[in-house]
């Protein structure tokens, strides 16, 4: 297609202020809506949507929120995994204690708590600064494992202290076969990554980025690094929790903390490192590299039909994901959302060079 | 020039404390109002290190403010101590009569001083149009929610402030770069987008640090014509910190002098000029 | 009060296990600014090989004598740590040179996934026993002080002296040798030290090795107790409090803070732990850590920081 | 630079395309009844994992090698799970559908069993979880597709306790005795707690539990605490390294070996032989089955799989604990299939669906265990849909420093306490579930 921007005059702020002020950007990514929203549900297969699609959109929703903390303010942390569970534990709580609490009032309530928790275990940031704040959230990771599994109130006195939900519905409408899951996760995130990109272009977005880039200075101009940091918190976190409750409702139906370890926070964290810092969009492709690579490496030998021993194949996934992350932070630190942008200014300029 | 500084001994000794008469006679030319900014007796220490000793200057209404000094005399702790920045042991500062026993940034910054850098402080990640837009935060209200949903009071604000920092870019004559990240720009360009940020803020009281430091003659002259414009146009009061006395000379109407952390000096350009300790603090050095 | 002195010497030796891992995490973020998340997997993998060769090495060289074979399983792994320590530099860190913490934090979890797929496939996913001739059974001490004694694991008492010793020797190693200095001068300042002719290269490879070695020693100690297997990679996150309850720069934060951590955890564990069910001690050395941060958010012996403009 | 990172970036969008066509193709073949095994070969559990994923294999392997069931051939893949749940469900989605769809699952992790369970109604395939998963479905009304045959968790938990009142002399014994649970922090390690905590209250012995965080190494402080309240016996509730570091802290705490008793998770030879000496005296409960060198079946593995270089795993292995827990497991579901195929047809190709109702009629008598080589290895299993679970039966067995032998018979689970417990926590399974119960003609279906 021509990728061109000639010709197009913004004769106002307001259209200069577009996420997407170049046309040929718009159409596309309305395109990939309705594909999205009305191509896969029609074509996918059902393995498609249960072992890759389903995961993709919420861990994508998750890494999105965690991009927010990260990416945006510059406050790293090593515990998503927690705000994640508290999000699907709180909803869970709302479901089974409030008789016929709506779906989505739940999983929002649940985003609520995470938010409560966040901000208690972001005020440290306000003292603490780069990885000595990592101890900080792993302290919730390991904290909220504990609790989870502990208290048995949480898990409505389960006898294994596993939880689990069914008979989902929304306004009537059940969600259960998996292009119905699908399509709920698909609402959900792109409602949020519309709200999420709206907050980071406005003056709160540069409020975060400011004290991310420049603390002091941004002091200076008046900006309070804890109302930033806070809200950051805040805001990553509910996003988190919210889709820590989709995680565990739509997803798995049936969890146990394990299913929020610090490996999941980890695999956030390589999502959004390797997808992009400080781009909505990278939180998406981050989430599509780590949720694919691994079932592609554990596929290969079979596609090829030259099945090789499972102890190695696993091995061999293990190392080249590894090698990978390496090789990306080597080639590109900035992560596939920079390669996407510079793919695009060459194609802007394309057949010149410059 | 050691003759030059004993013949000048004597007269300058007064020029040591207070504004002298000639000063006050300058300033009243310019028609240079009220005190704004009153610093009595700072001393700061980082540990041991004693940055700053009993520095006593006050800074009047639309005038351009100067503070001198060689390199690691403490110019700029004096600016973190007016920006709140630092917390001085002892002394205290006031703005328009108001005194704070701690000051903190966002009050001084609601006050309407603004800043700029020595070491390039700018926001790397984001483009020109963005640094400055933050420099416009005091001025946006909207709240999480209104943002979150956009459409409405956050889009008409954002827009609103938009037209005020295309007025600031226009005036800087960096249009071109709009949409440039600031990392990527040359660092005279940097330095004007610095100064964009603080305009943005809309001040009263602009504390520039070093605005010339490592620029070319035409970046200065750039920037001293900058400088003027806003100290006229918008009658904005000036602090100016510089090591490079010349450009001072021309460019302020009172000079203060720092070295070593002590004042040992205040007053006109011209009497500063003449005062000896301020030779032999520079020149000595120079030689 | 048996009881009581019993958990604190528990804790304390637990406690001198960690400094030792955390040992290697302070002196590869002095020498490069890395936090090196890998250690762990370091740890791991040492321990794999050692486990392995001392296997190997009568079947294949045939040499009987069990301490010679251990002594010859050691070489073996310390050689393969510090050839590893140069591969990583070469491909890994010598092309992130100044790239931020987090950059730097990222690619030595991407190690960890690699070393902990790479071992395993060279060495094996069982667990092994290994062997270097440490005691099993417990020592009762002051028998006739508090009745059933005081109990102290004879194998926890060597490893702690072995670690102790360990950390005697390379903070020695740091202050006195040439090799040390030109460390220490890196981990001021690279650029000065680079300008002085320091070859930081080098030196990056000198630290790893170190690293390399004291998770080799670590890994032995932790693998004779535990057996070593994939677990063994998780004992990073024990140290994790540790360094940073003592400060990311500091040899002796590492020592005092791992005590500080063993004792809490241990003492939390059996008389705190019991009123909520037991099963607190991980987090409650994270939450310690936390409080220790907000009074001194540098830790222990940390450098502080101060914002300059 | 650039340009290489526009190739790098057209890299990734091959990536998702290949992951596109990355769906299992259910290419059409002579029906082979598909069997897809679930196994850890990597990370923390794998030392226990690897035995009984190849135990399983090879026994899939022998079915061929005699000429599969009544004729129809097993293909079967494997896939890493790492005991992880995301991961073992992945695999679930994988391979059900793969090779004409699979016959049955066999999770081997509690926590994968818990999400598989979700799952399976909908898919309509059945669960076997040998000796593990959740105790409430051995009740078929609700579980419809779980078959928790030969134990749960639960049997293992009374049969011990009956165990040492026996050892005591007698139930009254046992009162204000001490028995302290050391237990996997997990939904697998909590599962026997309501039951000990309900036989305690029967017997008034003091029941109290340990935690121990995932994977185990980390057991000073619960062994410190051991020691202090010195309990009279430690059941043992652990999974892969946690085992072998319990016996390790117990020796170096000085507690008796001979007083703790492991579940049949922590009773097999990865659990001891890195220890030593030290483990001599450790006890262990036997899901029906020990080591088994001896057994008929063991001598057709060693002669028709490896004795043709098919062996999955190292020859010793062959025989031990898990292996012959693996070898069991894949046991029950193939004789699922032949029971299913006594109804549906000789000879052809069973249905998940048509499986399933073969597990629910299960009657594998002495006589079939004998004829299948099984004789001395297990008791007889018959299943009804009342009961998936089909025998409650255990021994214990002592780890003697070189291999484990038989300490007690037969002891049989008390039906009237698990029953109660298993129907009350099914109920509310349902209940949360909103499901609703198995009429009595569903059953017949």
């Known amino acids: 297609m021509l990728y061109r921007e000639n ?204 004290i991310r880039d420049m603390d002091v200075a941004a002091e200076v101009i008046g900006i309070r690094p804890v109302y930033a940091k806070l809200t950051a918190f805040a805001v990553s976190s509910f996003i988190v929790g919210v889709a820590g409750g989709l995680w565990g409702f739509v997803h798995l139906g049936s969890w146990e903390p394990a299913a929020f370890s610090i490996d999941r926070s980890f695999q956030l964290l390589f999502m959004v490192i390797i997808g992009g810092l400080g781009s909505i969009m990278g939180s998406f492709f981050g989430a599509a590299f780590i949720v694919v690579l691994p079932i592609i490496l554990d596929n290969l030998p079979y596609w090829f039909d030259v099945p090789i021993d499972t102890a190695l194949a696993s091995h061999l996934t293990f190392m080249i994901f590894g090698a990978l992350i390496v090789f990306f932070l080597i080639v590109e630190p900035h992560g596939i959302a920079r390669l996407w942008s510079t793919g695009k200014e060459k194609l802007r300029l394309w057949p010149f060079p410059h | 020039m050691s003759l030059v500084a004993a013949s000048t001994a004597a007269p300058a000794a007064p020029a040591v404390e207070g504004a002298p008469e000639a000063a006050v006679a300058t300033l009243a030319r310019r028609g240079i109002g009220e005190v704004v900014l009153e610093v009595k007796d700072i001393s700061l220490a980082f540990g041991g290190v004693k940055a700053l000793t009993d520095i006593s200057f006050d800074v009047r209404e639309h005038e351009i403010r100067a503070i001198i000094g060689p390199n690691g005399a403490g110019k700029s702790s004096m600016l973190n101590c007016i920006n709140g920045v630092y917390q001085p042991q002892k002394g205290s500062i006031s703005l328009r009569g108001r005194t704070f026993a701690h000051m903190n940034p966002r009050q001084v910054a609601e006050m309407g ?61 960096i249009q071109a770069y709009r949409k440039t990240p600031v990392g990527k720009m040359p660092y005279g360009l940097q330095k004007r987008v610095d100064l964009g940020r603080a305009l943005a803020m809309e001040p009263q009281v602009l504390l520039l640090d070093e605005p010339m430091a490592g620029m070319n003659v035409e970046e200065k002259q750039d920037m001293s014509r900058f400088i003027l414009d806003v100290n006229d146009e918008f009658g904005t009061t000036i602090v100016l910190i510089e090591h490079d006395m010349s450009v001072v000379m021309d460019l302020s109407d009172r000079v203060v002098v720092l070295d070593y952390g002590k004042k040992i000096g205040d007053g006109t350009p011209a009497e500063v000029r003449h005062n000896p300790e301020v030779i032999r603090a520079y020149l000595g050095t120079a030689h | 009060m048996g009881a009581f002195l019993e958990t604190l010497i528990g804790g304390l030796m637990a406690g001198m296990l960690y400094s030792l891992i955390a040992l290697g995490f302070v002196l590869i973020f002095k020498a490069s600014g890395v936090f090196n998340f890998a250690q762990g997997a370091m740890v791991l993998f040492a321990a794999l090989a050692m486990a392995r060769f001392a296997q190997w090495v009568p079947q294949v060289i045939g040499v009987q004598d069990k301490l010679l074979a251990n002594a010859i399983a050691f070489v073996g792994a310390l050689a393969l740590m510090i050839v590893l320590a140069w591969l990583i530099e070469r491909l890994v860190l010598g092309r992130l040179v100044n790239q931020e913490g987090i950059t730097l934090l990222m690619a030595t979890l991407g190690i960890t996934y690699f070393l902990d797929g790479f071992g395993q496939t060279l060495f094996g996913s069982d667990i092994y026993k290994l062997d270097v001739g440490m005691p099993k059974d417990p020592l009762f001490m002051f028998q006739n002080v508090f009745q059933g004694g005081i109990l102290v694991s004879k194998e926890d008492l060597y490893a702690a002296v072995i670690a102790a010793a360990l950390v005697a020797v390379l903070s020695l190693f740091f202050q006195k040798t040439a090799t040390g200095r030109a460390l220490r001068a890196v981990a001021d300042d690279h650029q000065a030290a680079q300008s002085i002719g320091i070859p930081l290269s080098r030196i990056w490879v000198i630290v790893w090795s170190v690293a390399g070695f004291v998770a080799l020693v670590a890994g032995i100690i932790w693998g ?78 940390g450098e502080k920081i101060i914002d300059r403009v | 630079m650039r340009l290489n990172s526009i190739r790098m970036a057209t890299a990734i969008g091959a990536a998702l395309l290949a992951a596109v066509a990355a769906t299992p193709a259910a290419f059409a073949q002579a029906k082979e009844q598909f069997f897809p095994v679930l196994v850890y070969r990597t990370g923390a559990y794998a030392p226990n994992g690897v035995p009984f994923a190849n135990g399983y294999v090879d026994y899939l392997k022998l079915v061929n090698a005699q000429g599969g069931i009544n004729g129809v051939k097993i293909s079967f893949e494997e896939c890493e799970t790492g005991y992880a749940t995301d991961k073992g469900v992945e695999c679930y989605e994988r391979l059900k559908g793969k090779n004409g769809g699979a016959t049955l699952f066999q999770p081997l992790s509690t926590g994968i069993t818990f ?205 031990q604990v898990l292996y012959m827990r693996g070898l069991m497991s894949a046991m029950l579901g193939v004789e699922g299939v032949r029971r299913a195929q006594e109804r549906y047809g000789k000879g052809k190709w069973m249905s998940p669906e048509q499986v399933r109702w073969g597990l629910e009629n299960l009657t594998l008598d002495q006589k079939k265990l004998d004829a299948l080589g099984f004789a001395g290895v297990m008791r007889p299993i018959s299943t009804s849909c009342a009961d998936h679970m089909g025998a409650a039966w255990a021994r214990v067995q002592t780890w003697d420093g070189s291999k484990w032998t038989f300490t007690s018979d037969w002891l049989q689970a008390d039906d009237a306490i698990l029953r109660p417990m298993v129907r009350s926590a099914a109920e509310k399974y349902a209940t949360e579930k909103k499901l609703s119960k198995r009429t009595p003609e569903d059953c017949q279906t």
Request: one cysteine or more; proline letters at 5%.
């Open chain 3, 224 to 301: 004779s107790k535990l057996g070593v297997q994939f677990s063994l990679g998780l004992v990073a996150l024990k140290a994790l409090p540790v360094v940073i309850l003592g400060g990311l720069t500091s040899v002796p934060g590492a020592i005092i803070g791992g005590l500080i951590i063993g004792v809490g955890e241990k003492l939390s564990e059996v008389y705190v732990g019991p009123m909520f069910g037991g099963g607190i001690e991980i987090w409650f050395a994270y939450v310690l850590a936390l409080l220790f941060l907000l009074v001194r958010p540098q830790g222990l012996f």
């Open chain 4, 115 to 319: 999400a598989l369970t979700e799952k399976a109604p909908g898919d309509k395939i059945p669960l076997i979880t040998a000796g593990y998963g959740r105790s409430e479905s051995a009740d078929g009304t609700v579980f419809k597709w779980n078959f928790p045959l030969a134990g749960t968790y639960w049997v293992a938990a009374d049969v011990l306790v009956q165990y040492l009142a026996k050892k005591e002399g007698g139930f009254d014994k046992l009162k204000g005795k001490k028995i302290t649970l050391v237990y996997h922090d997990s939904p697998y390690g909590k599962e026997p707690i309501p039951l000990l905590q309900e036989r305690a209250k029967m017997h008034g012995f003091e029941f109290n539990s340990i935690p121990v965080t995932h994977p185990g190494v980390e057991q000073k402080a619960a062994w410190l605490q051991i020691r202090q309240n010195r309990p009279d016996y430690v059941l043992l509730w652990g999974w892969g390294v946690m085992n072998s570091t319990a016996i390790k802290e117990a020796v170096a705490t000085g507690f008796p070996r001979d007083k703790m008793y492991g579940v049949w998770w922590a009773a097999a030879e990865p659990d001891v032989k890195d220890v030593g000496d030290g483990a001599k005296g450790y006890n262990g409960l036997a899901l029906q089955h020990g080591a088994e060198p001896n057994s008929r079946v063991v001598k057709e593995v060693l002669a028709q799989v490896h004795g043709k270089g098919q062996g999955t795993g190292p020859k010793e292995e062959v025989g």
């Open chain 1, 7 to 210: 010709g197009q005059f913004k004769t106002s702020y307001r259209a200069d202020q577009q996420i997407f002020p170049i046309v040929q950007d718009r159409i596309a990514i309305a395109l990939l809506l309705v594909v999205a929203a009305v191509v896969i549900p029609w074509t996918a297969p059902e393995y498609l949507f249960r072992a890759i699609l389903i995961p993709f959109l919420i861990l994508s929703l998750a890494a999105l929120g965690l991009n927010i903390l990260v990416g945006y303010c510059g406050q790293i942390s090593l515990g998503t995994g927690a705000f994640m569970a508290v999000g699907a534990y709180a909803a869970y709580n709302f479901t089974v204690r409030i008789q016929g609490m709506p779906l989505i009032v739940a999983l929002l309530l649940g985003g609520v708590c995470a938010t409560a928790i966040g901000v208690l275990f972001g005020i440290p940031s306000l003292r603490i600064k780069g990885l000595y704040l990592a101890v900080a959230t792993l302290a919730a990771q390991f904290f909220t494992d504990w609790a989870f599994l502990r208290i048995k109130w949480f898990t409505n006195d389960s006898l294994s202290g596993s939880v689990n939900v069914g008979g989902l519905q929304v306004f009537g409408w059940p969600i259960d076969t998996p292009v119905q899951k699908y399509l709920f996760c698909l609402a959900f995130v792109v409602v949020f990554a519309l709200l999420a990109k709206n907050l980071v272009r406005g003056h709160l977005g540069r409020e975060w980025m400011a």
């Open chain 2, 113 to 173: 001083v603004a800043r700029t850098f020595q070491s390039l402080a700018l926001f790397k990640g984001m483009s020109v149009l963005d640094n400055i837009m933050a420099g416009r935060n005091l001025k946006m209200k909207t709240n999480l929610f209104q943002q979150a949903i956009r459409w409405g009071a956050a889009e008409r604000e954002e827009t609103a402030n938009r037209r005020v920092v295309e007025g600031i870019i226009d005036f800087l004559e």
